[in-house]
């Protein structure tokens, strides 16, 4: 997609979306054959549940079929949020994956897998897991220092708010890691 098409969408979407009280994550399109496919991700704080989901993709058919904006071709317009293993990229994507284990790639080019505890402006207070029986570590990552962040999927963790308080005594998590996806 040319980044006019890209923000001549972005720009005619966002207001839509962000009526809705989510946030516009990702736009693109694809082109299968014949078929182009319209894949809007959205987000928000508070997750975006099915129904909010279904309603923001009605909203953004209804747009998109009074404007020229796809063309004149046939389309299929998919609304869906991050999924699982989203990469972050902005600072509100830390602070919904607080609780998280996250995989970083550093500027320096180590690997690290910590989960986050607290984000600010300059950066994040991780847990570094133990390894062999070892207490975890705490650690402080500025976000000059992050080259790449991606959510880790844990099939035995525990729930983020023991987590969380376990980790830092308090009860300070955010509960916003609904993973949904719906085609529209």
């Given at each position: 997609?040319?980044?006019?098409?890209s923000?001549?969408?972005?720009?005619?979407?966002?207001?839509?979306?962000?009526?809705?009280?989510?946030?516009?994550?990702?736009?693109?399109?694809?082109?299968?054959?014949?078929?182009?496919?319209?894949?809007?991700?959205?987000?928000?704080?508070?997750?975006?549940?099915?129904?909010?989901?279904?309603?923001?993709?009605?909203?953004?058919?209804?747009?998109?079929?009074?404007?020229?904006?796809?063309?004149?071709?046939?389309?299929?317009?998919?609304?869906?949020?991050?999924?699982?293993?989203?990469?972050?990229?902005?600072?509100?994507?830390?602070?919904?994956?607080?609780?998280?284990?996250?995989?970083?790639?550093?500027?320096?080019?180590?690997?690290l897998?910590?989960?986050?505890?607290?984000?600010?402006?300059?950066?994040?207070?991780?847990?570094?897991?133990?390894?062999?029986?070892?207490?975890p570590?705490?650690?402080?990552?500025?976000?000059?220092?992050?080259?790449?962040?991606?959510?880790?999927?844990?099939?035995?963790?525990?729930?983020?708010?023991?987590?969380?308080?376990?980790?830092?005594?308090?009860?300070?998590?955010?509960?916003?890691?609904?993973?949904?996806?719906?085609?529209?």
């Open positions: 997609m040319s980044s006019t098409q923000e001549r969408l972005r720009e005619l979407l966002e207001p839509l979306v962000s009526s809705q009280g989510l946030d516009l994550e990702e736009i693109a399109v694809d082109t299968v054959g014949r078929k182009r496919v319209l894949r809007v991700v959205v987000d928000s704080d508070t997750g975006a549940d099915l129904d909010r989901i279904a309603d923001v993709s009605r909203a953004l058919s209804a747009k998109l079929d009074e404007t020229d904006a796809m063309g004149d071709g046939e389309y299929t317009l998919e609304v869906g949020t991050p999924g699982a293993e989203r990469p972050l990229t902005e600072h509100r994507h830390y602070v919904r994956a607080t609780g998280r284990l996250v995989g970083f790639r550093l500027t320096a080019g180590d690997e897998a910590a989960r986050i505890l607290r984000v600010d402006d300059e950066g994040l207070d991780l847990e570094v897991p133990g390894v062999k029986g070892r207490k570590t705490a650690r402080r990552l500025a976000f000059d220092d992050i080259d790449r962040a991606r959510v880790q999927v844990e099939f035995n963790r525990k729930d983020d708010r023991s987590a969380a308080r376990d980790a830092t005594g308090t009860d300070d998590t955010n509960d916003t890691n609904d993973e949904t996806e719906e085609e529209a």
